[in-house]
């Protein structure tokens, strides 16, 4: 037995990972929604699964070492099924995106833990989808306290294991500590581009261009907003 073997939490197949109640479908209803990878499980054949940090092991103030952060499959499911985390965006809890129970979902997989937000009609939640639909935000992560773990060596390196891990929050931000972490945007309607810009012969142009100046009307109106927050 490998060593990674033998850390190894052990728990059921699949399907006794904690996966939420409620039926996870980003498109049915036509909603706003944000979802993405928020934590990465350990897998060795991938390297961007695990991270490279500063630890200390014996806590603030006392020394520390680089070490390689892996999170073992299964590590975080006692304390999912706790229920309690929230989503905020970029870990700031002026930021809220939403509450288990209420509009975020949380399920365990085999790649990691993933997370679903129906975004609500508030100015934080609606710009963060418009971010992550932009492609400007690129991954998610997670506020979590490491209950167990194992150091140890491997080839002159070393590693953290982590066995058990109890997550307080997930959500999308804008430079992940994973690179293998995902955050996308789905739902809503989205205006074609071409009908603001296009002037194919027999379009209404005088149409096309009450459009745009309806749109850099209300573009106006969202900077002046978003810049009094």
Known sequence: MSKLESLMIPHGPAEYLYTPSAPLNTTVDGRKKIEGLG???WDETNPATQQLLFHRPDGPGTKGMWVQQRFLPGSATEWLNA??????????PDLILGRVGINLR???????????VDVLD????QRVWTLADAGILQGSSVTHFVLKEDLTKEKGELIRYVLAD????????????????TVVASGGVREPVASLTSEEPGEDVEHLDANRRIRQLWLDARIRQLSRQ
Do not use: C, M
């Open 39 to 41: 934590l990465i499980y």
């Open 106 to 116: 949380i399920s365990e997989e085999k790649l990691g833990v993933r997370y679903w």
């Open 122 to 125: 508030d100015v934080i939640s």
């Open 166 to 181: 109890k997550i307080d929050e997930i959500g999308p931000v804008f430079k992940p500590a994973f690179t293998a972490t």
């Open 83 to 92: 229920g309690g985390q929230v989503s905020h965006f970029n870990h700031n």
